[in-house]
């Protein structure tokens, strides 16, 4: 919304309280006036009738026209209270409305924005290794395989970036749900870390500890894409030789994840906000993390789908914790 547009809706409110509030004071006026043109009226038709200077004030036909009186005044003033609520509260939920289609708008273009770099970035460098691999007829064992797993890489990258669009768009829509099935949830959480491991294991130190056999009624593609995004931000917001790490056990009728790494950690003020859509601390011009704010919101509506809980805790002496919880499956 342009600045304009908002300075003309406060205007807009300040006319009308203002309007409002002077219709008001005018409306009692009148009725104080309207009270006192029949009380001297009556007082005088009184005074003829009886022929005589009687207190007027202490007659019968006096309090009926004082009842009147201050029913009206109590009338007028108890719609103007209603009014005023009612207009207080609207211009309230529009203020909410506005602030909240701003913040929209703001993280759409962070998410145009980051798209835009997540998209070049694998395609860039993918373009780059095949380019050299056709440039370059004799290239050494290590340095061929090399440039093939990155290329790999990028590939698996860009599939996974592809298939969280979608997923967040049928999760908008209300047009996915999960095809539940008994799911291994130890062999896929142990797949994803282990692949991890294998990638980012120079830079961070990965590891987990993960009791097996561990079973929910779940969907496969939500269970991959709730771990992969979980793990994937801690990757990101954890510098260069710090330390993430999964535990996967049984707790009860539940089955508990917990990711944790000692990183940059999330203001208190930001746990919540975290998984609404585009939702990405900073700016996306300035920010140095990759990301499109679509990673946590599918975590958390996914959970939703297959009855989970996720909680965000800060870990000792610092960094995030990420805790899962899912329904064990009731084997028989």
Not at 84 to 97: E, I, P, S
Not at 118 to 145: A, G, M, V
Not at 237 to 249: E, K, N, V
């Amino acid at each position: 919304m342009r600045k304009g547009s908002v300075i003309l809706f406060y205007v807009m409110v300040a006319y009308m309280f203002i309007s409002f509030s002077w219709w008001t004071i005018l409306l009692l006026e009148k009725n104080k006036e309207v009270f006192v043109e029949e009380r001297n009226f009556l007082e005088l038709k009184n005074s003829i009738k009886n022929n005589t200077d009687t207190d007027f004030e202490n007659s019968s036909a006096y309090e009926i026209l004082l009842k009147k009186y201050e029913s009206q005044k109590r009338m007028i003033l108890s719609e103007a209270v209603v009014m005023m609520m009612l207009l207080l509260t609207g211009t309230f939920q529009l203020y909410r409305t506005f602030s909240k289609e701003i913040e929209l708008n703001r993280r759409q273009k962070n998410f145009l924005l980051s798209i835009t770099h997540e998209l070049k970035s694998p395609l860039s460098s993918t373009k780059l290794s095949l380019q050299t691999l056709l440039k370059r007829n004799k290239l050494d064992d290590d340095r061929y395989f090399k440039l093939i797993n990155n290329s790999l890489n990028d590939v698996e990258r860009l599939k996974i970036l592809v298939d969280n669009l979608l997923l967040s768009a049928r999760i908008e829509d209300h047009s996915y749900q999960p095809s539940f099935e008994l799911c291994n949830i130890s062999s896929i959480t142990e797949e994803i870390f282990s692949k991890s491991k294998e990638v980012h294991g120079l830079n961070k130190s990965i590891d987990f500890s993960i009791q097996p056999g561990l079973m929910v009624n779940g969907d496969t593609l939500a269970l991959q894409t709730i771990i992969n995004n979980i793990n994937d931000n801690a990757i990101k917001y954890t510098a260069d030789g710090a330390s993430i790490h999964c535990h996967l056990f049984e707790d009860l009728n539940e089955v508990i994840i917990t990711v944790s790494d000692n990183g940059f950690g999330i203001p208190q003020e930001e746990k919540q906000k975290i998984f609404s859509k585009f939702y990405r601390v900073g700016n996306e011009e300035t920010r140095s993390t990759t990301g499109t704010g679509l990673g946590l919101y599918m975590v958390k509506e996914l959970l939703k789908l297959l009855k989970g809980k996720i909680y965000v805790n800060d870990n000792s002496p610092k960094g995030t914790v990420f805790k899962i919880s899912l329904p064990k499956a009731q084997l028989t």
